[in-house]
């Protein structure tokens, strides 16, 4: 790990200030990437600025919707009585990140902001419709979510909650990667009645996405049967030691039709 | 027997110190004035080495110096060394390159060491090493083992086709000749998975020199303090053997990867003079994927040939063994001696012929990795014997049962006599733990619930005890594989036994003291082993190829024989009795006939005490030394029967049961023996289902250099292990002991393998049966 300065402001804007005076300055919020990432020097940046403690964590979860602080941790989500009531599909998936300590530590504004392609949260946004409320703006999951660790966030612009849509029925399905343990494939399928099925998948391509052709077919017939009629591409999908386009493709399907059966 | 002697279920004596925290490792000693090395690493597969520009490196913060393979080259010091010499088929030495400590003209594979920084903290010598500027020409490189002999890139200038030897065992002819008149031949092409070793503690080293006395001490990782100390001060002249203490304190794991002699502490030795103060190396587990000798990494075709009642008639197999970019300590005996003499397993095979081809590639050296050859040879024949069984329509059981060898000794057509077993006894036991006869229902249930479920056997043999000297010798071994030990008796009755044995993780202050506990009839608490110290053990060869135990506590044995005999003396001189009439039983010495007694402590005090003694007759004091040198090896041998189901939507292989019958001859501590064949089994599992190292073909650059990606078994990998055990006694040591270190490991990955390619009914597929590969195996069946 290189030398850098930590800095732990006291509010947002003290934050934003302290990005701005850096030479070049990271939030960080858990650090549950970051940090890896520094001690390996593959990141060397000059000014961390600490934002858990300015986002600050806290969970409001009613039947329609469920609010989440970016400082959040993943093990607050997963054992919070009122999502595991309402949105028992999003406490699951919290509760299947990491482990004891990655959810003790990381947080669900760093996952988001980070956006890498094997995170769990990007999917739950897109398949609960979520809004991502910042220091400057909302924005709609659909527009978030850009490319490789790539979001719509613009420079010092800081995620402060998370808007979720409490789905009719939903669940998450995740194929491990066998070493990491990070998504391989996963697939969150939620049916939020009038307002359609969604179908988001993480860990298969470069970017968390929709499957609009999943969602077209389990619109008019929500049963893991429905989606023998979509065919998955391997194109555009992510090729490594463990898993061949071909291979993620065939699991996006698998881990969609075991979704849509676990939210029954 | 006593509470505490051979066969006791004693828990391990150095267990509280190592799960307090209270451990001593070669990382936790800090020498005066020390300094801290980090090695620069090509990034490069295969490049010739231009300038190293080492200015801004010097001029960094704390830098105490930075060296490269100029300066090894100045001051004379050698290369590392390939300790056992093959000949090719035709007659010819094998082709050994250089194998500079750092870089010299060429790197040869990621991770190769082109220059050391010295430095006051760990953290300057890393930052100091980024300054470090290297001008490298990329040549093109090979890490494919089977297209290594065929490749552009040239690993060493000169040998030729990347080809370090050609070597055959067996008669081709015969067994062409049995081929040719066989009822029906069953023929694999096999994949044995490269591996990265893994121990818990990542290797590090401290060389110190002391210029008052003109001498060096090494601080190492080894499973063989000795061996290293013989081979730094005889082959790469670093010091006189003498001048050099090695010691190799308590140690984290080894599996093999501790057994070489690496460039890191040679550099660190070596380099100490020249900066005049001790230098600590701790390597990170990036370096020990980069750097750690790997395990395996074969290509195989084996053929079977059967007559009409599925005897085998003859073995042929041709395999190509990647050795790495260099030839590591013992790298060339593993796909030959340890590999080949073992491929007629448990069977009675009249003809065997094996064709080794050793390769470089631009990989990291290939080594000796728990089992050693063994695992290579057993996942041949044991994947053969279940495919010619399923091809000939013959229960595999059956099969097996068949083609055992039943009278012994039995001499195989590959150098091995196999001493005693009985292999019928271990099949019978597990098929009837396992169920066997009910597996149909089972597959049936697990069908039911959408899932195919496998049986796989695995009845494997290998040879331990390594290894008598003179047949170690006749095959080109450049050192004896006798051990050494010292049993010194304190005055009260206290007991320091000093092994050549080296104990990283098997037990060794458990085990040994057991035996000194069973002998003299005193507790394990009296007794001391002492081991990992050049200056305190007068020579031993160390720990690897489950030898301690046959071997290395034989040693002990022989020298407890020596201290009774003595202590014999004693008694009947003071008890005033003839020595015939003396018997030692339950820590006692007492005289035939009358109420007379001596207790094991009150001899010792008295053989110390001396005060009466005819000294012409006996010499004061109780201390005694042995070597023990094996009349053979030593054959544990056992079944072990895996099932499985698979998820054929995702391929994914679920182990649900394991029955394991080993027979390892006489046991001394069944908590020790069962903790081995859990690690053993465990580590089998990992090649067979999850780990593997991989090289990227084109480029050289390892892709499986973390835990993100390089994939260890855990514990949801595995069921309840189910173990028991036959016991045949090992003829040629006095416990009857064969030992149990590696058979875990050898026979898992074909026990594996035989269950999920029975499950998903594919003739074959490549090891490790990951997610992907059962996938992939499963698509093209249909």
Redesign the interface.
Same mark, same amino acid.
């Given at each position: 790990m290189y030398d850098f300065n930590y800095h732990r402001p006291k509010d947002v804007k003290e934050a934003v200030k302290l990005l701005k005076g850096a030479d070049d300055g990271v939030a960080m919020s858990g650090g549950m990437t970051l940090i890896p990432t520094m001690k390996q020097r593959l990141a060397a940046p000059s000014d961390v600025v600490d934002v858990a403690g300015v986002t600050g964590s806290g969970i409001k979860a009613q039947a329609k919707k469920i609010v989440i602080k970016a400082g959040t941790t993943h093990a607050e989500v997963a054992a919070h009585a009122g999502i595991q009531k309402h949105c028992p599909s999003l406490a699951a998936l919290a509760g299947g990140i990491g482990d004891p300590h990655v959810r003790n530590k990381g947080t669900i504004g760093g996952s988001i902001a980070n956006n890498d392609p094997a995170a769990d949260y990007p999917a739950a946004c897109l398949a609960l419709n979520a809004k991502i409320t910042t220091n400057r703006r909302s924005i709609d999951a659909d527009k978030f979510f850009k490319g490789l660790f790539e979001t719509a966030l613009k420079d010092n612009e800081i995620i402060t909650e998370i808007e979720f849509a409490v789905p009719k029925r939903g669940a998450y399905a995740k194929f491990p990667n066998p070493a990491s343990r990070y998504a391989m494939v996963g697939a969150y399928v939620a049916d939020h009645g009038r307002g359609g099925v969604r179908v988001a998948v993480s860990g298969a391509a470069d970017c968390a996405h929709r499957s609009k052709a999943m969602e077209k077919a389990l619109d008019g017939d929500f049963s893991a049967a429905a989606l023998d009629s979509v065919s998955v591409s391997p194109e555009g999908m992510n090729e490594d030691i463990h898993a061949s386009a071909e291979y993620r493709a065939h699991l996006v399907t698998v881990m969609a039709k075991r979704a849509v059966t676990a939210a029954g | 027997m006593t509470s505490t002697g051979i066969g006791a279920r004693v828990p391990r004596k150095e267990d509280q110190r190592f799960i307090t925290g209270n451990g001593n490792y070669t990382d936790d000693i800090n020498l005066p004035k020390q300094t801290y090395a980090y090695f620069v690493r090509s990034p490069h597969a295969h490049a010739k080495l231009g300038r190293i520009n080492t200015k801004a490196a010097e001029a960094a913060p704390g830098v105490v110096a930075v060296l490269t393979g100029k300066d090894v080259e100045k001051d004379g010091v050698g290369g590392l060394i390939c300790g056992w010499m093959i000949h090719s088929k035709d007659g010819s030495p094998m082709n050994a390159g250089p194998h500079p400590i750092l870089a010299h003209g060429k790197v040869r594979y990621v991770g190769d060491h082109v220059a050391v920084v010295v430095a006051e903290t760990q953290a300057q010598a890393k930052?100091a090493a980024e300054l470090v500027e290297v001008s490298y020409k990329v040549l093109p490189a090979v890490a494919d083992t089977a297209g290594a002999t065929s490749a552009k890139a040239e690993v060493h200038d000169g040998i030729a086709n990347n080809l370090v030897y050609n070597w055959s065992i067996g008669e081709e002819d015969a067994v062409n000749a049995a081929f040719d008149s066989a009822a029906h031949v069953t023929s694999l092409d096999l994949v044995n998975n490269r591996l990265a070793p893994n121990a818990m503690e990542p290797r590090a080293a401290i060389g110190a020199f002391d210029p008052g006395t003109d001498s060096y001490t090494l601080y190492t990782t080894s499973q063989n303090p000795h061996v290293a100390r013989l081979v730094l001060s005889a082959f790469i002249g670093i010091a006189p053997e003498h001048k050099l203490r090695v010691i190799a304190p308590d140690v984290g794991g080894g599996f093999g990867s501790k057994i070489f002699i690496y460039a890191e502490e040679t550099v660190c030795v070596w380099a100490s003079r020249k900066v005049g103060r001790p230098i600590k190396w701790t390597g990170g587990r @990036?370096e020990a994927f980069l750097a750690d000798a790997h395990g395996r990494d074969h290509v195989t075709t084996a053929e079977a040939a059967m007559d009409a009642d599925g005897k085998i008639q003859a073995l042929r197999v041709k395999t190509t063994a990647n050795m790495g970019a260099y030839l590591s300590t013992f790298a060339s005996c593993v796909p030959t001696y340890l590999y080949a003499t073992l491929l007629s397993g448990q069977y009675a095979i009249p003809q065997i012929y094996a064709e080794v081809d050793a390769v470089y590639t631009n990989t990291a050296p290939v080594d000796a990795y728990r089992g050693a050859g063994r695992p290579e040879a057993t996942y041949v024949v044991e994947r053969i014997v279940e495919t010619a069984a399923r091809e000939m329509g013959i229960d595999p059981a059956e099969f097996r049962s068949r083609n055992f060898v039943r009278e012994f000794p039995h001499q195989t057509p590959v150098i091995m006599c196999y001493d005693a077993g009985d292999y019928q006894a271990s099949l019978d036991k597990a098929c009837e733990m396992i169920k066997y006869g009910s597996f149909e229902n089972r597959r049936k249930k697990s069908q039911k619930a959408g899932k195919m479920r496998g049986i796989g056997f695995s009845t494997y043999i290998e040879a331990c005890g390594i290894a008598p000297s003179a047949a170690v010798g006749s095959l080109g071994a450049g050192v004896g594989l006798w051990e050494s030990a010292e049993v010194r008796v304190k005055p009260t009755g206290n007991v320091e036994v000093l092994t050549g044995s080296h104990s990283h993780g098997q037990g060794h202050e458990t085990t040994f003291a057991q035996l000194v506990s069973d002998r003299l009839g005193i507790p394990i608490d009296q007794v001391e082993i002492v081991h990992g110290d050049t200056d305190k053990v007068q020579f031993g060869m160390g720990t690897y190829g489950s030898r301690s135990g046959a071997v290395g506590m034989t040693a002990i044995s022989k020298a407890l024989d020596k201290v009774e005999a003595k202590a014999r003396k004693v008694a009947s001189h003071v008890m005033e009795a003839a020595e015939g009439d003396i018997e030692f039983k339950d820590g006692s010495f007492t005289v035939k006939g009358t109420d007379k007694a001596m207790a094991f402590g009150e001899v010792a005090l008295a053989a110390y005490v001396a005060h009466s003694f005819p000294t012409t007759e006996i010499e004061p004091g109780l201390k005694e030394g042995a070597f023990h040198d094996p009349a053979n090896f030593t054959f544990p041998a056992g079944c072990h029967v895996c099932e499985v189901e698979v998820d054929p939507? $995702?391929?994914v292989v679920e182990i649900v049961d394991w029955v394991a019958v080993d027979d390892f001859g006489n046991i001394i501590n069944p908590n020790i023996v069962e903790g081995q064949v859990h690690g053993g089994i465990a580590q089998g599992v990992g090649q067979a289902l $999850?780990e593997?190292c991989?090289y990227d073909a084109e480029s050289g650059q390892l892709?499986?250099g973390s %835990?993100? @990606? %390089?994939?260890?078994p855990r514990a949801d990998n595995f069921p309840t292990f189910r173990l028991d055990f036959t016991i045949t006694e090992c003829p040629t040591n006095p416990l009857g002991i064969k030992g149990c270190g590696e058979a875990g490991a050898i026979a898992a990955p074909p026990a594996v393998m035989n269950a999920v390619t029975h499950a998903i009914g594919v003739k074959n597929m490549p090891m490790p049966a $990951?997610?992907?590969n059962v996938?992939?195996a499963l698509k093209s069946s249909v």
């Open positions: - | 930052a @990036d939507e $995702t391929g $999850t593997n991989v892709l499986s %835990y993100m @990606d %390089y994939c260890m $990951t997610p992907m996938w992939n």
